[in-house]
């Protein structure tokens, strides 16, 4: 057993008993880790979900449980928990990295970019950080070719069951999601970095694409993201 100091960010938990919890942290040195929170509610404090910390823990060479001693947040991300617009993309954001990433494997890169989220790029920052959940995981489909025909796509494109295929090739296939030309150039703009910075997204390109990701990772698990839902119903309000 090894007691240790890392940067993380728990992101959701479930009570264990009056004062106690198992959390599930995203940290920047390890990446996805349950923890035991021995003192997680008390008259003072509970818990503070989204936002960057300090973490101590024990951290346990045989088992997937590991030790959260306490935890300091970093005052200069308080806008995760604040800003609406950024709570809510971060809980869906999580919701996703809990369903495809692995315990116990670092992604530094991932983690980097979370912290970089702010009130003027969440719109865009969301999109990009599912991108790249996605590829980690191995879970990325290509926007570039049909799977049914190779062939490059160049206009009008299809989401069926965890593929993307082209206006050719959807003849007779059953409920096929519609990529439209609007959201066609930005998905494919993900693989280049500058390419996508310097591009322009509407709330109703993030909304397609984001339905469009979280199809996708309900194909890829099967199972339903219900962050999505509350997610949606929570822009109508904002």
Known sequence: MKRISCSGV????????DSSCIASVFTKEYGKLKMF????????SGI???VPSTLDILRKENSDLFKLYSYSPDAKYISFLEVSDISIRLNLIFDIIDSLLPLDESYEYLYKLILNINQENVHKAIIYI?????????????????????NDI??????????????KCVGGKKLPIPISNEINPI???????????????SKTQENNILQLFVEHVEVVTS????????FRELLFYL
């Not at 929170?37 to 003072?44: D, G, I, L, V, W």
């Not at 998905?187 to 997204?201: F, G, T």
């Open 37 to 44: 929170m021995p003192k997680a509610f008390s008259k003072r």
């Open 154 to 167: 160049e206009a009008l494109s299809y989401y069926l069951e965890g593929d993307i295929i082209c206006d």
């Open 48 to 50: 503070v979900k989204f």
């Open 10 to 17: 728990i992101y959701k938990y479930t009570v264990y008993s």
């Open 130 to 150: 599912i991108y790249i959940v996605l590829k980690v995981s191995g879970s990325l489909p290509s926007f570039y070719t049909c799977r049914v025909c190779h």
């Open 187 to 201: 998905l494919k703009a993900l693989s280049c970095n500058s390419s996508y910075k310097n591009m322009s997204i």
């Open 223 to 230: 199972k339903k993201l219900k962050s999505f839902k509350s």
